[in-house]
């Protein structure tokens, strides 16, 4: 690319949410390519939708190694807190091992050279295992299903796979991710109206 294409792409991976993905593709999976698709088209647009505050509530159903968590819980809080470093992002899973996990490809986004050209207005304040924080109070925190949220309220929630495979199939455990829901979790929406819940499962 010669530099006028350059500014030009990068333009458009600050706005475009799946030029955004494709660019954080490179970056967590370097040397893979990165194989377009249908689904990708379908998550994208619904998840801009919820950007827009026009989907409150949003659950994606689809079978594993599709991107959807890359999508969903890395990509987008990325692409929010870039576009808006004041809004506050929860991502939940069923186990801390994989919150984490989630979080540090976030990380890796955030702190690539590319996202701080793209985003200079992204000075961080915080960042650790569980937390990234910016200098004008957004964040992007990670927990797991029953985890604490005492203090933390959010503009937008994302539950990537509340419950393991083998999980689903247990009334009990069904239940217990109810009742988290229904007694913690959804008391955490600063706004119930307009806040935004992402389900990926």
Not at 129 to 155: H, I, K, N, W
Request: glycine letters at 6%.
């Amino acid at each position: 690319m010669n530099d006028f294409e350059l500014k030009a792409y990068f333009a458009a991976v600050g706005l475009d949410l799946k030029v955004f993905m494709q660019q954080a593709f490179s970056t967590i999976y370097p040397g893979k390519e990165f194989h377009d698709n249908w689904h990708v088209d379908a998550i994208v647009y619904h998840l801009e939708q919820c950007i827009r505050g026009e989907m409150p509530r949003l659950i994606i159903n689809m079978p594993p190694r599709h991107l959807k968590s890359f999508i969903a819980s890395v990509v987008l809080p990325a692409f929010i807190l870039g576009r808006d470093p004041s809004a506050k992002i929860i991502c939940i899973s069923y186990s801390d091992d994989l919150a984490r996990v989630l979080a540090r490809d976030f990380r890796r986004i955030v702190d690539s050279a590319w996202y701080q050209k793209v985003f200079p207005q992204v000075r961080i304040l915080k960042s650790t295992e569980t937390a990234f924080v910016t200098d004008q109070g957004g964040f992007r925190y990670a927990t797991s299903v029953g985890g604490t949220l005492t203090g933390r309220g959010g503009d937008f929630i994302i539950i990537d796979d509340p419950i393991k495979a083998e999980g689903a199939n247990s009334e009990s455990d069904r239940q217990r991710v109810i009742d988290w829901y229904r007694s913690t979790l959804i008391t955490r929406l600063d706004d119930p109206a307009r806040s935004q819940i992402v389900v990926v499962q």
